[in-house]
């Protein structure tokens, strides 16, 4: 309590403090927080936290680690520190230009893993960017290898139907062909998913005249 106090009035309003007990420091709380920016505690909360598994604070792997030794430290202590994979030991007394030192240095890592999170999320984007395009690239392929080899224009479009279903959600399919003859009176032939007598049919035939 008296080192939280200490470096919470070393610290003051830059930063947030969350101190946590021994009943407190479990797997189960460790898990539902958002990871720190640095930890900081002592050789048995530090031996406590390489204790957890790993699915608990795995994501505590990469924040650096700030050991405070009490008075009175032993040689073997230090050693052991150093076992434990602590980024910063600090020998009393804690100053505020020792604590301001370990907290920049914490901050620039944050801000780098930040950096490499972001650059491998869009690496992912991108790359699922790259599947979407060679999917459709692959659609089209197949699509117009499969309508060339139809002999009729009914069967084309039926052909191209049952291929666009598997992509949108088409209700129906309607085309307009006509000839590139150059004449400029052109004769169109309209294939309409509507009967002749429906509303709709005369409707789909002035869009596709348009």
């Known amino acids: 309590e008296q080192q939280t106090e200490q470096i919470r009035a070393l610290i003051g309003d830059q930063y947030i403090l969350r101190s946590w007990g021994k009943e407190e420091f479990t797997a189960s709380s ?20 390489r204790a957890l598994p790993a699915e608990a604070a795995g994501h505590l792997d ?8 009490d008075k009175g430290f032993l040689p ?11 980024t910063d030991i600090i020998r009393p007394p804690l100053t505020k230009k020792r604590l301001a030192s370990v907290l920049r240095r914490a901050g620039e890592t944050a801000a780098l893993q930040q950096d490499i999170h972001n650059m491998t999320r869009e690496i992912f984007l991108e790359r699922a960017l790259l599947v979407r395009k060679n999917q459709a690239l692959s659609f089209l392929v197949t699509f ?12 084309i479009l039926r052909t191209a139907y049952t291929s666009l279903k598997t992509l949108f959600p088409v209700l129906s399919l309607h085309a307009v062909l006509w000839p590139d003859s150059g004449a400029e009176q052109k004769q169109a032939e309209f294939f309409l998913a509507a009967p002749s007598d429906h509303p709709a049919h005369d409707l789909w035939k002035e869009q596709l005249l348009d």
């Open 62 to 69: 990469m924040v650096p680690t700030m050991l405070l030794l």
């Open 76 to 86: 073997e202590q230090l050693e052991r520190s150093l076992d434990l994979g602590a």
């Open 144 to 155: 117009l290898t499969s309508t060339a080899e139809q002999q009729n224009e009914a069967d």
């Open 30 to 49: 460790l898990a539902v927080e958002d990871p720190p920016c640095l930890i900081s505690c002592s050789l048995e909360g530090c031996e406590h936290l």
